[in-house]
């Protein structure tokens, strides 16, 4: 993992988990709604591993949330 963005990587991944949990889906519900499996969305949530661009994008339109807000920090 990146030393440097380790951080906002965090962010990123508590900003996903409170989108949601805001919205009522499981992890399991995100990742059919993107296409991805339940451990990459767990693995972007707990910053396990790097975000690609397409994940966060494919994440914010299934939450319904433009993409800047993955990057809000709280």
Known sequence: MDAKHYKTYIQIGLNILHYRRERGYTQ???AEMTGYSRQQIQRVETAYSKPSVAILL???AALEIPVEKLFEMR
Do not use: P, S, T, Y
Request: no cysteine; proline share 0%.
């Open 28 to 30: 399991e519900q995100l």
């Open 58 to 60: 494919d994440i914010a």
